[in-house]
């Protein structure tokens, strides 16, 4: 079946990097749109990047554009997440979406992200 991983998180300091993995399995994943949400306490989860099956185009709204960068390897199933400059504001869990043929969708179950001095 359908499994998505997530791995990365932790507590950085504001100003701090991160990488976040995600392992896939159970799909083909090289067709799969791929990407991150997030969701704070209280909030709505919100598109924190993705990433096309083909070309591999991506994708940021205004609030991580320049500080994250999306990217995947397909011959190791994995999509990662490069947070740089990360602010206090960016403390959330942190979800991996597949997006297969005929729009069917998969979450991971998440990881922790707190940025806090």
């Known amino acids: 079946q359908v499994q998505l991983v997530e791995s990365g998180g932790g507590t950085v300091q504001p100003g701090g990097s991160l990488r976040l993995s995600c392992a896939a399995s159970?799909?083909?994943?090289?067709?799969?749109?791929m990407s991150w949400y997030r969701q704070a306490p209280g909030r709505e989860r919100e598109l924190v990047a993705d990433i096309s099956s083909i070309g591999g185009t991506t994708n940021y709204p205004d609030s991580t554009k320049g500080r994250f960068t999306i990217s995947r390897d397909d011959a190791r199933n994995t999509l990662y997440l490069q947070m740089n400059s990360l602010k206090p504001e960016d403390t959330a869990v942190y979800y991996c979406?597949?997006?297969?043929?005929?729009?069917?969708?998969?979450w991971g179950k998440g990881t922790l992200v707190t940025v806090s001095s």
């Open positions: 159970g799909f083909t994943f090289a067709a799969a749109v």
């Open positions: 979406r597949a997006r297969l043929i005929l729009g069917r969708l998969y």
